[in-house]
């Protein structure tokens, strides 16, 4: 555990000007070095205040910005409040919906302000980080909107600890519960805590709460209810009852004091309610001393995403994180389905043997029976679901992004573990609340049966000439077995695993990766050539001219093939092309728009018992069993069985699949960087913009369509911080249209966006 250069753990503290005074001077004897951090607006003020009444120096209080900062609030009428002493004063009828950092622009969310070294370096080396006492609105969010702070503080492995306010605030607060308090931050950061310190709820007289109530005002209740899914969460099979406040452990104590205090407009001196500053700070430091810097973090929570777990490796994710993970997700398992069978595998990536041996541990010490198969693609663990049947799966895999990155993949029977699911694990990390007994491991091949499975699927019968990029991914090994079993001959790049990814990124939705597959396809004369991400579960195709084909296409290819026994339907997820909606009608299908993510789309084809789905990004989702999942290696091989029986070139078969379509024009998908905490609300305001113009699909985001057939799209990224765009239309001046409206709609929250 990193500590300060006497060796005394560091806490840094976020809270309002009374908050800090009150904390600092009850630390000013512990054992810990506290470093305070005043709010951004009039932090020059702050300091001076807290100097002047503490005598607190530069070390012991830092800014987190030398910018000029306004905090702006939005109110649910969709006006705005600018200045603390506005947003204090509210408006009365109208709740804040939200808050952002405004400079020379009001109005306009701003994210690029520049954090001071000195708070960033404390950051970094904190043991444990505080959020509170202070105002939610104007105290505690405005610095945490600051994009590196935001960063920071999310990445970190220091506990964090949020302590909520007393009592509600009129206008800002009425009514919030701790979990309201704690959802706020949430939504607007991004940030996930340990650690809930909130009062009691005793010791304040009946008199001194009903003045509070006279003037809109009341004391802040955990609200508890017994329900996993409700906002507070109770776990009574812990060693200790533990409460999960947002899935933060909440520490009730009695913080409360009533002072005499004079209303500096009329004279008169009444009884307020304020934290009791040794009580606050012994709470504090029982909380620090048995739960923040005793016990070691294992996870951080920057790494739980919507459908998986991911992080950098040796920052977020270690070997001890794995193997707290994996004795969740053997807990996770062994309550669900009263079994503990799990199947694992591992990636490439160098880190990724390591993390799963860990990840074993924590899944022995649970008491479930793990069924090891090694260094294997990410389809063939869940072909080794079905195979062994066995009740969930864990596959170590950062997938396609780069070689700094791993993470987990998580399923429970064929389905991929995510959304509320997900996080029901990540509450098990958190209260400590684990299965205990002794598993064993055994190791299996699954690579055998895999490949009798896909040789008994696919029937080729003649010799093809196709050239392989498996990106240095895991895929490549066995691409090539496959094959050369079906009897082609192979033109092999970058086929030796090497998880740090030497030749180009493992991801062949990107087009530059490509570029030496399509130039090999064309040297060696291939019939085609396929490429494959990091864990074999992404496909790009190329043609034998040397023509990379849009993912569209190729997923329209499958669904005509997937429909020539029959009408059936087919998934794809919101960024697909209406030329590809427009084809499985043509062909006979029934098509279906779903959320992006194989968490979205495998749930859905099941439910719908659909034949084919896919995503823009190269998934091609199979209902083949025991291929009920995507899988690129399949793919690959039952592309090469379609151009065998169509008895013509990759490229003139695409000709008469896109025969008598409408011919589009499509934009690739366009990222634009964008703060976790800040995505979800832009294109909420964008959707919103948008609905009392146009017709809008908000399955994902919002596909806007400004006519029948050209649309819009804009999502937040379910893996990084980043807004997805993608554009479509009949023509290219309409398409360029298109992109400026968003773009000027975007230039509202993200001034800094230019033309794509």
């Given at each position: 555990?990193?500590k300060?250069e006497n060796?005394?753990?560091?806490v840094?503290v976020f809270?309002g000007?009374q908050?800090?005074a009150?904390?600092?001077?009850?630390y000013?004897?512990?054992?810990?070095?506290i470093?305070?951090?005043?709010?951004?607006a009039?932090?020059?003020?702050?300091?001076?205040q807290l100097?002047?009444?503490?005598?607190a120096?530069?070390?012991?209080v830092?800014i987190p910005?030398l910018d000029r900062?306004e905090v702006?609030?939005?109110?649910?009428?969709?006006?705005?409040?600018?200045?603390?002493?506005?947003i204090t004063?509210?408006?009365?009828?109208?709740?804040i919906r939200r808050v952002?950092?405004?400079s020379?622009?009001?109005?306009?969310?701003?994210?690029?302000f520049?954090?001071?070294?000195e708070?960033?370096?404390a950051l970094?080396?904190a043991d444990?980080?505080?959020?509170g006492?202070?105002?939610?609105?104007?105290n505690?969010?405005?610095s945490?909107l600051?994009?590196?702070?935001?960063?920071t503080?999310r990445q970190?492995?220091?506990r964090?600890?949020?302590i909520?306010?007393?009592?509600?605030q009129?206008?800002q607060t009425?009514?919030y519960s701790?979990?309201?308090?704690?959802?706020?931050i949430?939504?607007h950061c991004?940030?996930?805590?340990?650690?809930?310190?909130?009062?009691s709820g005793?010791?304040i007289?009946?008199e001194?709460?009903?003045?509070?109530r006279d003037s809109a005002a009341?004391?802040?209740v955990?609200?508890l209810v017994?329900?996993d899914?409700?906002?507070?969460?109770?776990?009574?099979d812990?060693?200790?009852?533990i409460?999960?406040?947002?899935g933060a452990?909440l520490?009730?104590r009695?913080?409360a004091?009533?002072?005499?205090?004079e209303?500096p407009?009329t004279?008169?001196?009444?009884l307020?309610?304020?934290?009791d500053p040794s009580?606050?700070g012994?709470?504090?430091?029982?909380?620090?001393?048995d739960?923040a810097?005793?016990k070691k973090?294992?996870v951080s929570?920057?790494?739980?995403?919507?459908?998986?777990i991911?992080?950098?490796?040796?920052?977020?994710?270690?070997?001890?994180?794995?193997?707290?993970?994996?004795?969740?997700?053997?807990t996770y398992?062994?309550?669900?389905?009263?079994r503990?069978?799990?199947v694992i595998?591992?990636?490439?990536?160098?880190?990724?043997?390591?993390?799963?041996?860990?990840?074993?541990?924590?899944l022995?010490?649970s008491g479930?029976?793990?069924?090891?198969?090694?260094?294997?693609p990410?389809?063939?663990t869940?072909?080794?679901?079905?195979h062994f049947w066995v009740?969930?799966a864990i596959?170590?895999?950062a997938?396609h992004n780069?070689?700094?990155?791993n993470?987990l993949?998580?399923?429970?029977?064929m389905?991929?573990?995510?959304?509320?699911?997900l996080?029901?694990?990540?509450?098990?990390?958190?209260s400590?609340?684990?299965?205990?007994?002794?598993?064993?491991r055994?190791?299996?091949d699954?690579?055998?049966?895999?490949?009798?499975?896909?040789?008994?699927?696919v029937a080729?019968s003649?010799?093809?000439?196709?050239?392989v990029?498996?990106?240095?991914?895991?895929n490549?090994p066995?691409?090539?077995?496959?094959l050369?079993e079906?009897?082609?001959?192979?033109?092999?790049l970058?086929?030796?695993?090497?998880g740090?990814f030497?030749?180009?990124?493992?991801d062949?939705?990107?087009?530059?990766?490509?570029?030496?597959?399509a130039?090999?396809v064309l040297?060696?004369?291939?019939d085609?050539g396929v490429?494959?991400?990091?864990d074999g579960?992404r496909?790009?195709?190329?043609d034998?001219r040397g023509?990379?084909?849009?993912p569209?296409?190729f997923l329209l290819?499958?669904?005509?093939?997937?429909l020539r026994?029959?009408p059936?339907?087919?998934?794809?997820?919101?960024r697909?092309?209406?030329?590809?909606?427009?084809g499985?009608?043509?062909?006979?299908?029934?098509?279906i728009?779903?959320r992006?993510?194989?968490?979205?789309?495998?749930p859905?084809m099941?439910?719908?018992r659909a034949l084919?789905g896919g995503?823009l990004?190269g998934h091609?989702?199979?209902?083949?069993?025991?291929?009920?999942?995507?899988?690129?290696?399949f793919?690959?091989?039952?592309?090469l069985?379609y151009?065998?029986?169509?008895?013509?070139p990759l490229?003139q078969?695409?000709?008469h699949?896109?025969?008598g379509?409408?011919?589009?024009v499509?934009s690739?998908?366009i990222?634009?960087?964008c703060?976790?905490?800040?995505k979800?609300?832009?294109?909420?305001?964008?959707r919103d913009?948008?609905?009392?113009?146009?017709?809008?699909i908000?399955i994902d985001g919002?596909r806007?369509?400004?006519?029948e057939?050209?649309w819009a799209l804009?999502?937040?990224?379910?893996?990084?911080p980043?807004?997805?765009?993608?554009f479509e239309a009949?023509?290219e001046?309409?398409?360029a249209t298109m992109?400026e409206?968003?773009?000027?709609?975007?230039?509202?929250y993200?001034p800094?966006?230019?033309?794509?």
């Amino acid at each position: 555990m990193p500590k300060t250069e006497n060796g005394r753990q560091q806490v840094v503290v976020f809270a309002g000007t009374q908050g800090l005074a009150m904390l600092l001077s009850a630390y000013r004897d512990a054992p810990w070095d506290i470093t305070g951090v005043v709010p951004p607006a009039n932090a020059g003020a702050a300091f001076a205040q807290l100097h002047s009444s503490l005598g607190a120096t530069a070390e012991e209080v830092l800014i987190p910005t030398l910018d000029r900062v306004e905090v702006c609030a939005e109110l649910s009428d969709a006006s705005h409040l600018i200045g603390e002493a506005a947003i204090t004063a509210g408006r009365e009828g109208a709740s804040i919906r939200r808050v952002f950092l405004v400079s020379d622009s009001p109005g306009r969310p701003q994210t690029d302000f520049r954090p001071t070294p000195e708070l960033l370096a404390a950051l970094r080396t904190a043991d444990a980080i505080v959020i509170g006492p202070g105002s939610l609105f104007t105290n505690l969010i405005p610095s945490l909107l600051i994009r590196e702070i935001n960063d920071t503080v999310r990445q970190s492995m220091a506990r964090k600890i949020f302590i909520c306010n007393l009592m509600t605030q009129p206008n800002q607060t009425d009514g919030y519960s701790v979990a309201d308090h704690v959802r706020t931050i949430q939504q607007h950061c991004g940030l996930r805590f340990d650690y809930v310190l909130a009062h009691s709820g005793g010791m304040i007289s009946p008199e001194v709460l009903q003045r509070y109530r006279d003037s809109a005002a009341d004391l802040v209740v955990a609200q508890l209810v017994v329900n996993d899914g409700s906002q507070v969460a109770i776990f009574p099979d812990s060693p200790q009852e533990i409460v999960l406040v947002e899935g933060a452990i909440l520490m009730q104590r009695d913080l409360a004091m009533e002072v005499l205090q004079e209303d500096p407009l009329t004279g008169e001196r009444h009884l307020v309610v304020r934290h009791d500053p040794s009580k606050l700070g012994e709470a504090l430091r029982s909380v620090l001393h048995d739960y923040a810097l005793e016990k070691k973090l294992s996870v951080s929570r920057a790494i739980f995403r919507e459908y998986d777990i991911r992080g950098i490796v040796g920052a977020e994710l270690t070997t001890s994180a794995l193997e707290a993970m994996g004795r969740a997700f053997g807990t996770y398992i062994l309550r669900r389905t009263g079994r503990g069978q799990i199947v694992i595998g591992h990636d490439a990536r160098p880190s990724s043997l390591p993390f799963s041996q860990a990840a074993v541990r924590g899944l022995l010490e649970s008491g479930c029976e793990v069924l090891d198969i090694g260094q294997v693609p990410t389809p063939l663990t869940s072909f080794a679901v079905n195979h062994f049947w066995v009740d969930g799966a864990i596959q170590v895999t950062a997938s396609h992004n780069p070689a700094e990155f791993n993470g987990l993949k998580l399923q429970v029977g064929m389905e991929p573990l995510a959304g509320a699911e997900l996080q029901k694990v990540e509450r098990l990390i958190a209260s400590g609340a684990f299965a205990s007994g002794r598993g064993q491991r055994l190791a299996r091949d699954v690579i055998y049966p895999y490949l009798n499975c896909l040789l008994h699927k696919v029937a080729v019968s003649r010799p093809f000439k196709v050239a392989v990029d498996a990106g240095h991914g895991v895929n490549g090994p066995l691409a090539l077995r496959l094959l050369r079993e079906l009897g082609c001959q192979v033109v092999p790049l970058y086929c030796e695993p090497d998880g740090t990814f030497p030749a180009h990124a493992p991801d062949p939705s990107e087009e530059e990766n490509l570029a030496d597959l399509a130039q090999a396809v064309l040297e060696h004369g291939c019939d085609l050539g396929v490429a494959f991400d990091g864990d074999g579960d992404r496909i790009g195709i190329v043609d034998e001219r040397g023509q990379i084909l849009p993912p569209d296409v190729f997923l329209l290819l499958f669904a005509r093939e997937a429909l020539r026994d029959g009408p059936g339907k087919a998934v794809f997820e919101v960024r697909c092309s209406e030329m590809l909606f427009d084809g499985v009608q043509k062909y006979g299908g029934i098509p279906i728009m779903s959320r992006c993510g194989n968490t979205s789309i495998l749930p859905r084809m099941l439910q719908e018992r659909a034949l084919i789905g896919g995503e823009l990004s190269g998934h091609i989702f199979f209902n083949d069993p025991p291929i009920e999942f995507d899988d690129a290696l399949f793919a690959a091989a039952k592309l090469l069985e379609y151009i065998d029986r169509a008895g013509m070139p990759l490229s003139q078969m695409v000709d008469h699949l896109l025969d008598g379509l409408p011919r589009y024009v499509s934009s690739p998908e366009i990222r634009i960087d964008c703060p976790d905490y800040l995505k979800e609300e832009v294109v909420d305001a964008v959707r919103d913009s948008y609905s009392s113009r146009f017709r809008v699909i908000d399955i994902d985001g919002a596909r806007v369509y400004y006519d029948e057939k050209d649309w819009a799209l804009i999502r937040a990224s379910n893996t990084s911080p980043k807004l997805s765009l993608r554009f479509e239309a009949l023509d290219e001046v309409r398409l360029a249209t298109m992109k400026e409206s968003m773009r000027e709609e975007l230039l509202r929250y993200l001034p800094e966006v230019r033309s794509f």
